[in-house]
Each structure stands twice: as structure tokens, then as C-alpha cells.
């Protein structure tokens, strides 16, 4: 994760059995998307961030892109991201405040 800059201080591991696919960042850094792949179900990505994201971060289940469950919410700072599972993935998106 040394490329995700955009991870917020007291962000949690990824859950256990999930692998970093790849880390990138829009031309002004303002987002950056963090991808990985798992064996874990798309419900058990999302409950893992649910129970393991601390004080400060506001968590919400939500629709993700596609209208299937989604995690959003903001880090102690203000900045947003989203946990959107994929099939055998998921992604995190962090934007800027």
C-alpha cells in the first residue's frame, strides 16, 4: 500500500485472504482507487470495513455503481470513500475533501 497516499491515517487492513491488485490516482490526485482481489464474499468485504474502521470514520451501507451493496463515508478529516465488492474484488475509492 506504500502507493495509496490517499489512505487516511487509522484506515484498517484489508480483510484476511484479499490481495493488492493495484493502486492509481486521477491527474490532479484528488481520487485515488485502491483494488484488490478475494475470496471472501462481497458482504463479508463490506462487514469487515464495518466492524473495523474506528472512531472518526462515518460508514453507511449504500447502492455502489452497479446497485449492488456498497459501503460510503468520510475519515476523520472529511475526506469520502467508497468500498465497492466486485465479483472475487473490490475496490476502494478515496476522494478528497
Given at each position: 500500500l506504500d502507493?495509496?497516499?490517499?489512505?487516511?491515517?487509522?484506515?484498517?487492513?484489508?480483510?484476511?485472504?484479499?490481495?493488492?491488485?493495484?493502486v492509481s490516482s486521477t491527474l490532479d490526485d484528488s481520487v485515488q482507487v485502491i483494488d484488490y482481489v478475494?475470496?471472501?464474499?462481497?458482504?463479508?468485504?463490506?462487514?469487515?470495513?464495518?466492524?473495523?474502521?474506528?472512531?472518526g470514520f462515518e460508514v453507511e451501507r449504500t447502492d455502489g455503481s452497479l446497485g449492488q451493496p456498497a459501503l460510503a463515508g468520510t475519515d476523520p478529516t472529511g475526506a469520502s470513500f467508497e468500498i465497492e465488492p466486485g465479483e472475487a474484488t473490490f475496490t476502494i475509492t478515496f476522494a478528497v475533501a
Open positions: 502507493d495509496a497516499t490517499m489512505t487516511p491515517e487509522g484506515w484498517a487492513d484489508a480483510p484476511d485472504g484479499s490481495t493488492l491488485c493495484g478475494t475470496d471472501l464474499s462481497g458482504d463479508d468485504v463490506l462487514a469487515h470495513y464495518e466492524d473495523a474502521l474506528g472512531d
